[in-house]
C-alpha cells in the first residue's frame, strides 16, 4: 500500500466500547454416553492420556468439523468410546478419508484431558499448534497488498481470557477482516480453549503476534492505515465514523479498556450507543458490531 493511501485529514473514525469480563462463550455441549465398545480406551483411570509430541488437543464438535471442512485433518482423533461412536460417525467417517488415526478412549480420559477447556462433546482431535506471523509478516503483507478492499485489521490490546479470543476470531472471520493483531506479552495464546471457542476461524485468519503493539500502530498509519480505537468515554460513535477506508479496530482487555500508550496512538476514538443500565459490552461483542458495521458500509 502507498503511505498516505486512505489518510485523510479530518476523517472520523470507528468507535466501540470498552468490554465487560463475561466471556459470552457457550461451553456447553453434549457429552457422550459412559459405554465402551472396542478400540483403545481407559480401563476407569481418570488420569488424562498423553498427547504424543509436537501435536496440541483440539476440543469440540464444531471445531473438529471445521478443520475437516477445510483440509486441516487432525493426525489423530480421539473419540469418547460409547454412544458417541454413533453419533459421530460422519465425522469420524470423514477423518479417516482424510488419513487421521481414529482411537476410541473412555469418557473419563476425554474429561480429564479436557479438564478447563471446556466440554470435549465426545471428540478430541490432535493437531499441529497454530502457527501465528510478526511484525515483518505484517508489513509485508500492508506493502504488496492484493485484496480489492481495503485493508480491515482487528487489534486486541491485552484480551487475556482465551474464550474472548476465540470468541473475537470468530466475528472477525465472519466480517471478513484481514487480520487479527496481538502483543506477544499480554494475550491470550492460540490454545485448545481458543480454537474451540473459535470454531475453526482460529485456522483461518491470520493472527500477528508483535513485540511492541504502539510501534506496529505507528507502523500500520505509515502504511495508510487508519487505528481507530474504541473507548467509552469518545465522543464520535462508531457508526459515525468512516470504515470505507483502510483501518485497523483497536479493542481493549475486558474491563480496563486500551491501554494508556495504545489509546495515545489512535487516530481517534469511537464508542457504542448504551441505552441500557450496562455500561459495556463483552469485547468480542463489541468488536463484532464495530465489524460488521464496516461490512455494511463497504457494500454501501
Known amino acids: 500500500m502507498s503511505q498516505d493511501k486512505g489518510r485523510k485529514s479530518?476523517?472520523?473514525k470507528p468507535v466501540g466500547e470498552q468490554l465487560g469480563n463475561d466471556r459470552g462463550a457457550d461451553r456447553g455441549g453434549?457429552?457422550?454416553?459412559?459405554?465402551r465398545s472396542g478400540g483403545r480406551h481407559s480401563s476407569g483411570s481418570s488420569r488424562a492420556p498423553q498427547i504424543p509430541g509436537g501435536l496440541e488437543a483440539v476440543y469440540g464438535v464444531h471445531a473438529v468439523e471445521a478443520l475437516l471442512?477445510?483440509?486441516?485433518?487432525?493426525?489423530?482423533?480421539?473419540?469418547?468410546?460409547?454412544?458417541?461412536?454413533?453419533?459421530?460417525a460422519d465425522i469420524i467417517e470423514q477423518a479417516r478419508a482424510a488419513g487421521s488415526r481414529v482411537t476410541l478412549r473412555g469418557r473419563d480420559e476425554l474429561d480429564a484431558l479436557a479438564a478447563g477447556g471446556g466440554?470435549?462433546?465426545?471428540?478430541?482431535?490432535?493437531?499441529?499448534?497454530?502457527?501465528?506471523?510478526?511484525?515483518?509478516?505484517?508489513?509485508?503483507?500492508?506493502?504488496?497488498?492484493?485484496?480489492?478492499?481495503?485493508?480491515?485489521?482487528l487489534v486486541l490490546d491485552s484480551v487475556t481470557d482465551p474464550h474472548n479470543l476465540g470468541a473475537c476470531l470468530r466475528s472477525a472471520d465472519a466480517a471478513g477482516a484481514h487480520g487479527v493483531i496481538v502483543p506477544k506479552d499480554k494475550s491470550a495464546s492460540l490454545n485448545a480453549t481458543v480454537r474451540k471457542v473459535a470454531c475453526g476461524a482460529a485456522e483461518?485468519?491470520?493472527?500477528?503476534?508483535?513485540?511492541n503493539l504502539v510501534r506496529t500502530l505507528d507502523a500500520m498509519k505509515e502504511a495508510g492505515?487508519?487505528?481507530?480505537?474504541?473507548?467509552?468515554?469518545a465522543e464520535a460513535l462508531a457508526f459515525e465514523a468512516d470504515f470505507t477506508v483502510p483501518v485497523a479496530l483497536v479493542m481493549?482487555?475486558?474491563?480496563?479498556?486500551?491501554?494508556?500508550?495504545?489509546?495515545?496512538?489512535?487516530?481517534?476514538?469511537?464508542?457504542?450507543?448504551m441505552a441500557g443500565s450496562v455500561s459495556s459490552l463483552?469485547?468480542?461483542?463489541?468488536?463484532?458490531?464495530?465489524?460488521?458495521?464496516?461490512v455494511r458500509q463497504r457494500r454501501g
Open 119 to 153: 466440554a470435549h462433546q465426545g471428540l478430541v482431535a490432535l493437531c499441529p499448534p497454530l502457527a501465528t506471523e510478526n511484525e515483518t509478516g505484517l508489513k509485508l503483507r500492508l506493502d504488496g497488498w492484493s485484496h480489492a478492499e481495503p485493508p480491515l485489521f
Open 30 to 35: 453434549e457429552r457422550g454416553a459412559g459405554r
Open 282 to 294: 463483552n469485547v468480542s461483542v463489541a468488536a463484532g458490531i464495530c465489524l460488521f458495521e464496516a
Open 252 to 273: 481493549g482487555a475486558e474491563g480496563k479498556g486500551m491501554r494508556r500508550l495504545t489509546r495515545e496512538h489512535c487516530d481517534s476514538l469511537i464508542k457504542l450507543p
Open 69 to 88: 471442512a477445510r483440509g486441516r485433518a487432525p493426525s489423530e482423533l480421539w473419540v469418547q468410546a460409547g454412544e458417541a461412536e454413533t453419533r459421530l
Open 10 to 12: 479530518g476523517r472520523s
Open 204 to 211: 483461518v485468519v491470520p493472527v500477528y503476534q508483535v513485540t
Open 225 to 233: 492505515v487508519w487505528v481507530l480505537g474504541t473507548a467509552g468515554e
